[in-house]
């Protein structure tokens, strides 16, 4: 099965600053999905790259995918207490879509 | 707001015993998704319905199942209950089954004591 790493597992960033969450996964990318979390809430949609080198924006998060390293980035630019919450990465088994397969998710944490 | 409704909010029972979580999917939806999220495993796929048929099976268990209705809505079932199924449980729903965006409902959040 897929497995998704997600890096950092937890991050602590002062607002105003800009920071990167990484999605690595360990077999081919074929499309890849950006939830954020509230603690203990649904998972929203952010946004869902399914080409090599496709770049979405959305605000001011950035996600990008590189199909080569298997590797997804998102990028948040001048950060605020808005983004704090878990970012989960996942993916569609096989590159349909049944149920995703998602990371451990990041946990941001935006300190005034 | 997601358009997926689930209910209910929270659900506190014992062990041994069985309940029922509800889920109506987006207007429009065809596909509902079952998730289980724990501290422990993660956000974990269950089992997704198409239009009223079974589609995808994932990590669940046994003692689990699920069904979607006519309406669309969906149903999963937890029996015989034990502490580690205390959960969230998540349903998703999405247009059509092929590569489409999954839209999450609130939860439901179960204890089992």
């Known amino acids: 099965s897929q497995e998704l790493e997600q890096s950092p597992q937890s991050l602590i960033v002062q607002e105003g600053k800009n920071l990167t969450i990484n999605c690595t996964s360990s077999?081919?990318?074929?499309?890849l999905y950006w939830y954020k979390q509230k603690y203990g809430e649904g998972l929203i949609f952010l946004m869902m790259?399914?080409?090599?080198?496709e770049e979405k924006s959305h605000e001011k998060i950035t996600a990008k995918l590189d199909e080569k390293k298997q590797q997804s980035s998102l990028h948040i630019t001048a950060s605020q207490p808005s983004h704090a919450g878990i970012y989960l990465c996942?993916?569609?088994?096989?590159?349909?879509?049944?149920?995703?397969?998602f990371g451990k998710g990041t946990h941001l944490i935006i300190q005034p | 707001d997601s358009g997926v409704t689930q209910t209910p909010k929270h659900l506190i029972t014992a062990t041994g015993q069985r309940v029922t979580l509800r889920c109506s999917p987006r207007?429009?939806?065809?596909?509902v998704y079952w998730y289980q999220q724990s501290l422990d495993q993660g956000l974990q796929f269950l089992i997704q319905?198409?239009?009223?048929?079974?589609?995808a099976k994932g990590n669940i268990l046994e003692r689990f199942s699920a069904q979607q209705f006519p309406d669309l809505h969906s149903e999963l079932n937890l029996s015989s209950l034990e502490l580690g199924d205390s959960a969230l449980y998540f349903c998703?729903?999405?247009?059509?089954?092929?590569?489409?965006?999954?839209?999450f409902g609130p939860g439901t959040r179960l204890t089992v004591l």
């Open positions: 998703a729903s999405s247009v059509d089954w092929n590569t489409d965006t999954q839209y």
């Open positions: 996942g993916v569609a088994r096989w590159g349909g879509a049944d149920g995703l397969t």
């Open positions: 319905y198409y239009n009223g048929e079974e589609r």
């Open positions: 207007s429009g939806d065809l596909s």
């Open positions: 077999k081919t990318l074929y499309g």
């Open positions: 790259l399914q080409k090599g080198g």
